[in-house]
Every structure is written in structure tokens, then in C-alpha cells.
């Protein structure tokens, strides 16, 4: 199925469904905060390329985290890490992107400095949200997502040491269900760790989701 094409003046999407069988929905568009709301909103996120349009994304199935059906493991919290969040978000920032942006590897998750201001306009108004692990004074780990209502979008993770990634995701989804939110989006399979385990489901169950969430919670921004 081909993709929809986006112009830099488009403030909508299609319907996510619509979406070709590798996931890919649209090109194009102006990559600004209110859209990538938008996005997240609609069940949609980005991957970007330094060399390609930016793309939107809607994966069947897609990979989530049940938050208050989790099975949180108690015994990743007796090792040496010290959890943070939203402590040094420039720094998990700036972390993500040496992880990512390799020259070589040209990684789709390469983190352009467009996307650096995006995520800190985000983060100024209460969407975006960091999480940091420390060894004694080294960040080792951390995340970057978005928080709308009852839903977090996890979108940036890297690691340095072993388990300090599923440590993070933990530690986070330990907060989250703390205060109550139901689902951590983790966009597909293969941008996150083996070691850890999700669920799938299917995108007509993840939009309705999306959508519930959205007409609860346009717009709200939501503490970690």
C-alpha cells in the first residue's frame, strides 16, 4: 500500500490504519512539538533519518507494556544503581545521542538536533520526561519519553553498563504504575532489549486505546 505524503503546512494525519504491512503510514510534514503530539495522540510516532524525510509509524501488532499487569523484578533492585528522574534530562539527551548517532551505522533512531530542541520544548511544558541511572556519579543509563494522560510513549533509551537499560525501564514503569498509568508504548520489538519482556497488541486495540486516552486526556501532561 503506498504512504501518504505530508507537506511541511499538513496539521493532521491520516487514520493510522492505514498504515502499509511494515507500519510505515506517512513522509514528510513539519517535525515540530505540537505535531508530534499529535502523533502520539493518534497512535502514530516518527523513526528519523539524517539522510530521509522523516517517517510516521503505526506497526502491527504493536509492543506495549500492561502497566498494572507488569511482573516487576524485585531482584534487578539490590545492585549499586541509583534511579533519577527528570534530573539531568539534557544529559540523557545528550547520552542517546552518542549511542545513536553513528555515522557509520546511520541508525534509524538517529537524533538530529531538530529533534534535541522538539524534545526539550516538550520537556519545558510537562510532556517530556527523563529517567536517570547513576553509578556513584556516572549517568550509565536512561530514557526519554513522552507522558500524555495515562499513557507513556518511550521513545530514547540507551545503556552503558550491563542492566542499566532494563534497570531504567523498570524502575520506570515502577513510578508509572505508582501513579496509575496504564499502557508504556514501546513503538516495535526490535528497538528494545531481549532481556525484557512486553506485550503485543494489535493496532486496532492499541488505537482504541489511543483513542479513549486522547478524549480523557488532550493536551494533559502527566508527572513521572
Request: net charge negative.
Amino acid at each position: 500500500m503506498p504512504y501518504f505524503e505530508l507537506s511541511k503546512s499538513d496539521n493532521n494525519f491520516p487514520p493510522a490504519y492505514f498504515a502499509d504491512n511494515d507500519g510505515l503510514l506517512a513522509v514528510g510534514g513539519a517535525l515540530t512539538a505540537a505535531l508530534l503530539l499529535k502523533a502520539f495522540e493518534n497512535g502514530i510516532y516518527f523513526w528519523n533519518h539524517p539522510l530521509k524525510h522523516v517517517k510516521w509509524w503505526s506497526p502491527d501488532p504493536r509492543i506495549v507494556v500492561d502497566i498494572p499487569n507488569h511482573d516487576f523484578d524485585k531482584d534487578l533492585f539490590t545492585n549499586d544503581f541509583t534511579i533519577e528522574f527528570n534530573s539531568n534530562f539534557t544529559g540523557v539527551i545528550n547520552k542517546c545521542k552518542e549511542v545513536y548517532n553513528n555515522k557509520e551505522a546511520m541508525d534509524n533512531r538517529w537524533l538530529t538536533e531538530r529533534m534535541d530542541r522538539v524534545y526539550h520544548e516538550l520537556h519545558q511544558s510537562g510532556f517530556a520526561h527523563s529517567t536517570e541511572v547513576w553509578q556513584d556519579e556516572d549517568l550509565v543509563a536512561g530514557i526519554i519519553g513522552i507522558a500524555i494522560g495515562k499513557i507513556f510513549f518511550v521513545e530514547y533509551l540507551f545503556a552503558i553498563v550491563k542492566n542499566g537499560d532494563v534497570f531504567a525501564l523498570e524502575s520506570l514503569l515502577q513510578a508509572l504504575n505508582k501513579r496509575k498509568f496504564i499502557l508504556a508504548d514501546m513503538q516495535k520489538a526490535s528497538l528494545f532489549i531481549e532481556e525484557f519482556s512486553w506485550d503485543e497488541i494489535s493496532r486496532m486495540s492499541y488505537l482504541d486505546i489511543c483513542k479513549t486516552n486522547t478524549e480523557q486526556f488532550s493536551g494533559q501532561k502527566k508527572k513521572i
